[in-house]
């Protein structure tokens, strides 16, 4: 930090198992990553390379010896590991990270039709060999997964091995965990919540609402994934209660010390 504030919450440090901030990167360029870790690599816990953008990005490996060189894991983004099982070369598919040196993996079934037994089975093989983040929830909005199954799936998936479970909402943050509106599915979020550690879990929300949403739900260290690169530094100013957003909620001054220094607070309580 380059000053120093007091009552802040407690973040936690790189590397971490809980507070991640996931990014999607969609097609950054060489110069365009440098630049992005130069300036917010402390905040930056791990990068997907959005679907199957990797296959067409130009300058691949140099791309990825950048991010290697500022110690942030990268992976493929779980579209191109479906396209490789639809086609029946997952064997082709683990040998593709391996050479690109890639230690972390998505399983998913967002797009295509995997069994649940399948895909346990795959996390079970891939888990030996990289860390595996398995994604539940549907690309299709209309597929309306019930929170009961949404914990049983959560539970087969880590106890097959995967590190963490990605609850799916896309880039545009309009199914899995939200309503087509963006809007947040509370009570399903609910019912994971009471049955699965939350440091277990990575909530996509790509939106800024659905940020602060679960900042202020969870607490400032929950994990969050598909973070736009611009969106980094922004997501953890919330994280820290630096933006109007969650100003007031991690801010750690009792009541009394709040009202000696906003006087009008108590008068609108009263109010109230």
Not at 52 to 62: A, H
Request: proline share 4%.
């Amino acid at each position: 930090m380059a000053f120093k504030l007091n009552h802040l919450p407690s973040r936690t440090e790189k590397p971490r198992e809980k507070g991640m901030t996931l990014i999607l990167d969609k097609g950054l360029s060489v110069r365009q990553v440098e630049d992005f870790c130069e300036s917010c690599s402390n905040y930056i816990d791990i990068v997907k390379l959005g679907w199957g953008t990797s296959y067409v990005t130009q300058n691949l490996e140099d791309k990825l010896a950048v991010y290697a060189n500022a110690d942030i894991p990268v992976y493929f983004g779980g579209t191109l590991f479906e396209a490789y099982v639809l086609r029946d070369q997952l064997d082709a598919y683990m040998k593709l990270l391996d050479r690109f040196k890639i230690g972390h993996a998505e399983v998913s079934n967002g797009t295509i039709w995997l069994s649940d037994q399948r895909k346990v089975e795959i996390i079970q093989l891939m888990s030996k060999h990289f860390t595996i983040l398995s994604e539940i929830g549907s690309k299709n909005p209309n597929d309306i997964i019930p929170p009961y199954k949404w914990v049983k799936m959560i539970e087969r998936e880590l106890d097959a091995g995967a590190w963490k479970v990605i609850c799916e909402a896309r880039e545009s943050g309009t199914v899995g965990v939200f309503r087509p509106n963006g809007e947040v599915r509370s009570g399903l979020i609910d019912e994971i919540a009471d049955q699965v550690p939350v440091e277990n879990l990575i909530f996509e929300a790509p939106q800024k609402e659905q940020q602060v949403w679960f900042i202020r739900k969870f607490g400032s260290n929950v994990n969050l994934g598909n973070v736009q690169p611009s969106e980094v530094i922004p997501v953890e100013t919330l994280r820290l209660g630096l933006r109007g957003d969650t100003l007031f909620d991690f801010y750690s001054l009792d009541d009394e010390d709040m009202n000696q220094l906003y006087p009008d607070r108590e008068n609108s309580k009263s109010e109230d």
